[in-house]
Nanobody
């Protein structure tokens, strides 16, 4: 199993980023997937989950209305569109599946 995240960076408050996670090694279209984040000095927390077809999504209260999770099963890729970013969104963002994690991508939001 391999999960490779990309798309992080440094952005100002109110800016946007789009994260991508390309998966391999399992039947991607058969599973829900989740984006997580680990803020500095804190535990990893779930951010958004998407069902295997993409028809159902769930979000942490802190990101509702600002983040959108989506997936492309043909490309084995899950995305996280992040808008109206806040400094408290600063974290390493990971996609996760069944106990597997990617290397993460750093998102830093300056004030």
């Amino acid at each position: 199993v391999q999960l490779v995240e990309s798309g992080g960076g440094l952005v100002q408050r109110g800016g946007s980023l789009r994260l991508s996670c390309v998966a391999s090694g399992f039947s991607f279209s058969s599973y829900a997937l989740t984006w997580y984040r680990r803020p500095p000095g804190k535990e990893r927390e779930p951010v958004a989950t998407i069902s295997m077809t993409g028809g159902t999504t769930n979000y942490a209260d802190s990101v509702k209305g600002r983040f959108t999770i989506s997936r492309d099963n043909a490309r084995k890729t899950v995305y996280l569109q992040m808008n109206a970013l806040k400094p408290e969104d600063t974290a390493v963002y990971y996609c996760g599946w069944n106990g597997y994690w990617g290397q993460g991508t750093q998102v830093t939001v300056s004030s």
